[in-house]
Structure formats: structure tokens, C-alpha cells
Nanobody
Framework: QVQLVESGGGLVQPGGSLRLSCAVS????????VAWFRQAPGKQRDMVAE???????IYADSVKGRFTFSRDNTKNTVYLQMNSLKPEDTAVYYC??????WGQGTQVTVSS
């Protein structure tokens, strides 16, 4: 059974940083790309960062230069380092594999 568990969210002031983690258990096809999405209240769920088949991460324009995707295959964990956070980054953040498997989400709130 596949399980994705996000952690690392919280309340942070504008300009601050957070690192989200997504611990993965179970067997997942290597054809499924891992990605981070976010959903703000009243808005659709949007892609934030995605790892391509070549191992290069692509980012939404709104987070380029501020967010960094990484993974540690030895720990079956993927990360999202978020720097220079803005109030508009406030959302529930989800990790997903191929938009087939989803975690439960972790809340990120950027506010002074």
C-alpha cells in the first residue's frame, strides 16, 4: 500500500523559510513523476515543483528562484525547500506521484 506523508508546514513570517518533507512508503512505479502541488482557499490545486524524467526539477513561475525540489532516495523522501516566503505562498501543500498518489497535505501560512 502506497502512503505519502508530508510534514514541515507551519506559520512563518514573510521572508522566512520552511522545508517540507514527503516520506514515501510502498511500491510506486518509476514512471510516475513526483511533484509538489499547493491549494489556497477557494483556488484550484496548482503544481509548484515537479521532477522530470531527466531528474531536473521544473517550477511554477511564481516560485522560481525561491523554492528548491530535492530527494533522498536512501530515505524515500522528497523535499521542498521554500525561501523568501510571501503571504501568497499560503496554502496546503501536497506531494504526489503522477497525480495518482497523494499525501494528506501540510498547511503553510505566511503571515506577520
Amino acid at each position: 500500500q502506497v502512503q505519502l506523508v508530508e510534514s514541515g508546514g507551519g506559520l512563518v513570517q514573510p521572508g522566512g523559510s520552511l522545508r517540507l518533507s514527503c516520506a514515501v512508503s510502498g511500491s510506486i512505479s518509476s514512471t510516475l513523476r513526483v511533484a509538489w502541488f499547493r491549494q489556497a482557499p477557494g483556488k484550484q490545486r496548482d503544481m509548484v515543483a515537479e521532477s522530470t524524467s531527466g531528474g531536473i526539477a521544473i517550477y511554477a513561475d511564481s516560485v522560481k528562484g525561491r523554492f528548491t525540489f530535492s530527494r533522498d532516495n536512501t530515505k524515500n523522501t522528497v523535499y521542498l525547500q521554500m525561501n523568501s516566503l510571501k503571504p501568497e505562498d499560503t496554502a496546503v501543500y501536497y506531494c504526489t506521484y503522477g497525480q495518482v498518489y497523494w499525501g494528506q497535505g501540510t498547511q503553510v501560512t505566511v503571515s506577520s
